[in-house]
């Protein structure tokens, strides 16, 4: 086992991103309900949603997680230990500023919201500040995201394949070659938690139970 993030970037975190689609809910409890309310980032999801109909995903979300949850808006300047959700039929994004952009640009991979606008934009404006999280769900939205985090030095989750309720997502995630760990989801949380309060020049040893890629 080794850890693939560099000492030199802890400390440098700016956002934690997650993906989900078919089985995120549960998915998306089971992170954020992980999660401390103190958190010293704020989280954005592209969960993919129904268009048709009015989402109670923020309701859902509020019983599971100690953090705030929201819709994000458009405008909104992300604040930590907030969870700002893409609204049906809206990409989220980051501008470069650091403000958040809904956007009705094209679907991707059908979808809309969708991962990969969410991790490309924010990698381009939080570069290796960026943690990038790709949980269940059943097609390869992500992948394209999860290489753009990469490229710009940031560090990627994905939940293990094996054990996701839909392997799609995080299969395409693993197969980019792109990422740091792949862990059951019950353990990306504290994962997330430890990574968060490494100050840079950390201890630098493997986190237990995760594992790169093949």
């Not at 989900?20 to 309900?33: D, K, M, Y």
């Not at 300047?77 to 049906?88: D, H, S, W």
């Not at 097609?139 to 940031?154: F, L, N």
């Not at 094996?162 to 693993?174: D, L, N, S, Y």
């Amino acid at each position: 086992m080794q850890n693939r993030v560099r000492d030199e970037d802890h400390g440098r975190w700016e956002a934690v991103l997650v993906a989900s689609s078919a089985g995120g809910i549960q998915g998306l409890g089971t992170l954020l309900g992980g999660l401390e309310a103190a958190l010293p980032v704020p989280v954005l999801v592209a969960q993919h949603l129904n268009r048709a109909r009015e989402t109670r995903i923020v309701a859902i979300l509020e019983r599971s997680t100690a953090l705030a949850v929201k819709l994000a808006e458009d405008g909104d300047r992300p604040r930590a230990g907030t969870v700002y959700i893409a609204p049906p039929d809206r990409h989220l994004c980051v501008r470069a500023g650091g403000t958040l952009s809904l956007t009705r640009e094209e679907r991707v991979n059908f979808a809309r919201p969708a991962a990969d606008p969410l991790f490309e934009s924010a990698a381009q404006a939080y570069g290796p500040g960026v943690i990038g999280c790709v949980l269940t769900g059943t097609d390869s939205d992500g992948a394209r995201g999860v290489r753009e985090v990469k490229a710009r030095g940031g560090t990627v989750i994905v939940e293990d394949p094996g054990t996701a309720e839909f392997h799609g997502m995080p299969k395409a995630a693993v197969g980019t070659g792109q990422v740091d760990f792949v862990l059951p989801l019950e353990d990306i949380a504290p994962l997330l938690t430890r990574l968060l309060r490494q100050d840079a020049g950390g201890d630098g040893q493997p986190v237990p139970g995760s594992h790169p890629p093949a």
